[in-house]
């Protein structure tokens, strides 16, 4: 196998354009300025002279080439292509790849890239990690700075299946990485060893494209006067674009290295009539120049030089300037009227194309026959909704995910929305589409995320939804600021109100709702931290006459119903599983999956149930959980959730039961004689349960419940 080189830039500190004539040296006096095809500009330097370097920034230049090549630090294999004077190094590295014969026999190699104790990191802005391959799953795990794991994992039959130019998640799929880490590796596996793919695909890859680093400094925290401050005289200091560090680059009116003490020189304009736009007579000063007029002649020197005028010739030029003036005046601005005029009229046809295309006038024929008693879907404008978002400004990013972008927006009456702008748009299920807006828009649950309405006149839709102002239950289960934030009382609350809002889903909506993405970061918390289930991207709606249905397989990963991802079959019970997998996070404190444990502690499930199985669950749950949560709720608990994790989709509890046994353990946990101390909880939590007989609870009154605000641990 020939292993492929894929380049990778690394934002290092040097300035972001570099001015220097043809004859100046961008090194230090004396020092070796060019390596084959490379220029070495200092704090970069050849390791043979200490002197010709900043600290951590020596490169060795490899003679036994032709050309010479240039690498990192000291007897380094990391080849550096170019150093960039827009602050960035560009250097080679491996494609990952894992590849399979006929008989499943794999063969591979997993690239990673250590800058240990060096002032880089990777771009965030940059880089991408890259996925490419069916029946593939990929992550890329960073440290030494920060710690991350992301990936991705794509299921395609056939080679129909993946986009032609595209990488949306089918066949290849592209995550973002964060800031400031130091070293990667990438990890590659199958699902099934490329056996159903292996005629069209037998190989899976993965890499990372593009980086940049940066030192541990800012402009505010450096001081001129420290011995080790990077820039020299007649320069500048400016925060990296990366987030951490500063660079250096040349004042106005000067150019050279500003990394050198002198390195940036006066520019003198005088001598290049190019660099100055004197019309008379041109001075040079130290960062800029000076215009004048020769001596009787007025004028500012730079624009004009001119015999001064006598009064009357004056008066009527002066006068036939405003009458020309006023004429061209006019002509512009008919002009511009009639330009904008034109453009106006092609942007309203523009957005009348859109809005048929995406359905308009279907959604319109819907809702002129919708029930008249429950509240419509509105049709927005494009232009309420820029308005509404200021335009999609960056800094109304509310979170970015597979299916899109969303942002927070403001209506003409306060009201605070949230705005989910997709990435692609199917025109063949255009239909289908519509249909779903119509009936989510009749959801009308206090545990599901509300659809206000939507905008078709944009290339793709725009869906709007009512914001939930707390985040999402995986920020406060998760995130380090928000550790062991929720007490047992609040889980069990918000388990059985996502239960009960996927039981209405399944039951009472018309046609029932398969949501298929169930998971921590798609169950909000609203200002009294009440559950709200949201993000409806991936779900379908069950056919009348059918229990189950097949579907391109959709979901993520951890929190996937494996009956479903191995047949295709799509029923209620996979969102059973998915709650399964909620549950245990709410139980444990931990993800659906983390690389960095032992691997048999990797998946959430799998180690929850191996653990249930030995009896040994109780290591596995959160500390505060087994301070707070009584044996029999303990036992009960745990047991319905290894019920929900069952492999098989028929042994699993519907959604009602799981949300009526909840509710039931809910009330039991008001009475105080089923308190108990924590050693008796850990020394029954093995012992088996029958189902939680809830049967004496109405149901409607699960959906009258009193919501209680999150501790004030939180």
Same mark, same amino acid.
Request: glycine share 8%; aromatic share 8%.
């Given at each position: 196998?020939?292993?492929?080189?894929?380049?990778?830039?690394?934002?290092?500190?040097?300035?972001?354009?570099?001015?220097?004539?043809?004859?100046?040296?961008?090194?230090? /006096?004396?020092?070796?300025?060019?390596?084959?095809?490379?220029? %070495?500009?200092?704090?970069?330097?050849?390791?043979?002279?200490?002197?010709?370097?900043?600290?951590?920034?020596?490169?060795?230049?490899?003679?036994?080439?032709?050309?010479?090549?240039?690498?990192?630090?000291?007897?380094?294999?990391?080849?550096?292509?170019?150093?960039?004077?827009?602050?960035?190094?560009?250097?080679?590295?491996?494609?990952?790849?894992?590849?399979?014969?006929?008989? $499943?026999?794999?063969?591979?190699?997993?690239?990673?890239?250590?800058?240990?104790?060096?002032?880089?990191?990777?771009?965030?802005?940059?880089?991408?990690?890259?996925?490419?391959?069916?029946?593939?799953?990929?992550?890329?795990?960073?440290?030494?700075?920060?710690?991350?794991?992301?990936?991705?994992?794509? %299921?395609?039959?056939?080679?129909?299946?993946?986009?032609?130019?595209?990488?949306?998640?089918?066949?290849?799929?592209?995550?973002?990485?964060?800031?400031?880490?130091?070293?990667?590796?990438?990890?590659?596996?199958?699902?099934?060893?490329?056996?159903?793919?292996?005629?069209?695909?037998?190989?899976?890859?993965?890499?990372?494209?593009?980086?940049?680093?940066?030192?541990?400094?800012?402009?505010?925290? %450096?001081?001129? =006067?420290?011995?080790?401050?990077?820039?020299?005289?007649?320069?500048?200091?400016?925060?990296?674009?990366?987030?951490?560090?500063?660079?250096?680059?040349?004042?106005?009116?000067?150019?050279?290295?500003?990394?050198?003490?002198?390195?940036?020189?006066?520019?003198?304009?005088?001598?290049?009539?190019?660099?100055?736009?004197?019309?008379?007579?041109? $001075?040079?000063?130290?960062?800029?120049?000076?215009?004048?007029?020769? &001596?009787?002649?007025?004028?500012?020197?730079?624009?004009?030089?001119?015999?001064?005028?006598?009064?009357?010739?004056?008066?009527?030029? &002066?006068?036939?300037?405003?009458?020309?003036?006023?004429?061209?005046?006019?002509?512009?601005?008919?002009?511009?009227?009639?330009?904008?005029?034109?453009?106006?009229?092609?942007?309203?046809?523009?957005?009348?194309?859109?809005?048929?295309?995406?359905?308009?006038?279907?959604?319109?024929?819907?809702?002129?026959?919708?029930?008249?008693?429950?509240?419509?879907?509105?049709?927005?404008?494009?232009?309420?909704?820029?308005?509404?978002?200021?335009?999609?400004?960056?800094?109304?990013?509310?979170?970015?995910?597979?299916?899109?972008?969303?942002?927070?927006?403001?209506?003409?009456?306060?009201?605070? @929305?949230?705005?989910?702008?997709?990435?692609?748009?199917?025109?063949?299920?255009?239909?289908?589409?519509?249909?779903?807006?119509?009936?989510?828009?009749?959801? =009308?649950?206090?545990?599901?995320?509300?659809? &206000?309405?939507?905008?078709?006149? $944009?290339?793709?839709?725009?869906?709007?939804?009512?914001?939930?102002?707390?985040?999402?239950?995986?920020?406060?289960?998760?995130?380090?600021?928000?550790?062991?934030?929720?007490?047992?009382?609040?889980?069990?609350?918000?388990?059985?109100?996502?239960?009960?809002?996927?039981?209405?889903?399944?039951?009472?909506?018309?046609?029932?709702?398969?949501?298929?993405?169930?998971?921590?970061?798609?169950?909000?918390?609203?200002?009294?931290?009440?559950?709200?289930?949201?993000?409806?991207?991936?779900?379908?709606?069950? /056919?009348?006459?059918?229990?189950?249905?097949?579907? &391109?397989?959709?979901?993520?990963?951890?929190?996937?119903?494996?009956?479903?991802?191995?047949?295709?079959?799509?029923?209620?019970?996979?969102?059973?599983?998915?709650?399964?997998?909620?549950? @245990?996070?709410?139980?444990?404190?931990?993800?659906?999956?983390?690389?960095?444990?032992?691997?048999?502690?990797?998946?959430?499930?799998?180690?929850?149930?191996?653990?249930?199985?030995?009896?040994?669950?109780?290591?596995?749950?959160?500390?505060?959980?087994?301070?707070?949560?009584?044996?029999?709720?303990?036992?009960?608990?745990?047991?319905?959730?290894?019920?929900?994790?069952?492999?098989?989709?028929?042994?699993?509890?519907?959604?009602?039961?799981?949300?009526?046994?909840?509710?039931?353990?809910?009330?039991?946990?008001?009475?105080?004689?089923?308190?108990?101390?924590?050693?008796?909880?850990?020394?029954?939590?093995?012992?088996?349960?029958?189902?939680?007989?809830?049967?004496?609870?109405?149901?409607?009154?699960?959906?009258?419940?009193?919501?209680?605000?999150?501790?004030?641990?939180?």
């Amino acid at each position: 196998m020939v292993l492929i080189n894929m380049l990778l830039l690394l934002q290092i500190l040097v300035p972001t354009a570099i001015y220097a004539s043809p004859t100046e040296s961008m090194a230090k /006096p004396g020092c070796q300025e060019n390596c084959g095809n490379v220029t %070495v500009p200092y704090p970069f330097g050849m390791v043979d002279d200490q002197n010709c370097y900043r600290s951590l920034y020596e490169v060795t230049c490899n003679h036994s080439f032709n050309p010479p090549k240039l690498f990192l630090g000291t007897n380094g294999n990391v080849e550096v292509l170019e150093i960039s004077s827009s602050g960035s190094l560009r250097v080679k590295t491996y494609i990952g790849y894992r590849c399979y014969n006929t008989s $499943t026999k794999s063969y591979w190699s997993l690239p990673s890239l250590d800058l240990k104790i060096r002032p880089y990191s990777f771009s965030d802005t940059r880089n991408r990690f890259t996925v490419i391959g069916c029946d593939t799953y990929a992550y890329i795990d960073g440290s030494k700075g920060r710690n991350f794991t992301s990936g991705c994992s794509m %299921v395609c039959s056939d080679q129909q299946s993946p986009i032609n130019g595209s990488c949306s998640g089918i066949g290849c799929c592209q995550t973002s990485i964060p800031k400031g880490f130091k070293r990667f590796e990438v990890e590659i596996y199958s699902f099934k060893n490329h056996t159903q793919v292996w005629d069209f695909n037998p190989c899976s890859y993965a890499f990372l494209v593009d980086s940049e680093a940066i030192e541990n400094y800012t402009c505010e925290n %450096v001081s001129r =006067n420290d011995p080790s401050y990077a820039c020299g005289n007649n320069s500048e200091c400016y925060n990296s674009p990366n987030g951490l560090g500063y660079l250096c680059k040349c004042s106005p009116g000067y150019h050279g290295n500003p990394y050198l003490q002198d390195g940036c020189k006066d520019i003198d304009e005088c001598n290049d009539g190019a660099s100055n736009d004197c019309k008379g007579i041109c $001075t040079n000063t130290p960062g800029s120049y000076n215009c004048s007029c020769p &001596l009787g002649l007025e004028g500012d020197g730079r624009t004009t030089c001119i015999v001064p005028m006598h009064p009357l010739k004056q008066y009527l030029i &002066l006068q036939l300037t405003i009458g020309t003036g006023s004429g061209i005046l006019f002509l512009l601005i008919g002009g511009s009227w009639i330009y904008w005029g034109y453009q106006k009229r092609e942007i309203i046809k523009l957005r009348e194309k859109f809005f048929k295309q995406n359905g308009g006038l279907l959604l319109k024929q819907q809702l002129s026959s919708h029930d008249t008693n429950v509240e419509a879907a509105k049709i927005f404008t494009a232009e309420e909704l820029e308005k509404a978002t200021d335009n999609y400004e960056e800094s109304r990013i509310l979170g970015r995910g597979g299916y899109g972008t969303v942002y927070k927006g403001i209506l003409p009456d306060n009201r605070m @929305v949230a705005i989910k702008k997709s990435r692609v748009v199917d025109e063949g299920q255009v239909e289908q589409f519509i249909n779903e807006v119509v009936i989510l828009s009749q959801i =009308n649950h206090k545990n599901v995320v509300k659809l &206000l309405g939507c905008c078709l006149e $944009t290339e793709v839709p725009l869906l709007v939804y009512e914001f939930i102002p707390n985040g999402t239950l995986f920020h406060h289960i998760h995130d380090e600021g928000h550790e062991s934030s929720i007490s047992w009382e609040n889980r069990l609350r918000i388990a059985t109100e996502t239960a009960i809002a996927l039981d209405y889903l399944h039951s009472a909506a018309s046609p029932p709702i398969i949501h298929r993405d169930i998971k921590s970061p798609n169950i909000l918390l609203d200002e009294n931290y009440m559950a709200k289930v949201s993000d409806f991207g991936a779900s379908r709606l069950v /056919p009348l006459d059918q229990t189950q249905f097949t579907t &391109l397989v959709q979901g993520t990963l951890g929190y996937l119903d494996p009956e479903y991802f191995h047949t295709s079959q799509l029923t209620e019970k996979s969102d059973v599983y998915s709650f399964g997998i909620v549950l @245990v996070e709410l139980l444990t404190g931990r993800k659906a999956l983390e690389f960095e444990r032992p691997e048999k502690e990797r998946n959430l499930a799998t180690h929850f149930i191996t653990s249930m199985k030995e009896d040994n669950v109780s290591e596995i749950l959160e500390e505060r959980v087994l301070n707070e949560c009584s044996k029999d709720q303990l036992q009960e608990v745990t047991q319905l959730a290894k019920r929900c994790l069952s492999v098989k989709g028929e042994e699993r509890p519907t959604m009602k039961e799981v949300a009526m046994e909840l509710e039931g353990l809910r009330r039991s946990s008001k009475h105080p004689w089923v308190e108990q101390t924590r050693e008796e909880t850990e020394c029954l939590l093995g012992e088996t349960s029958s189902f939680h007989n809830s049967n004496n609870i109405g149901y409607d009154s699960l959906r009258d419940q009193v919501v209680i605000p999150l501790d004030s641990g939180r």
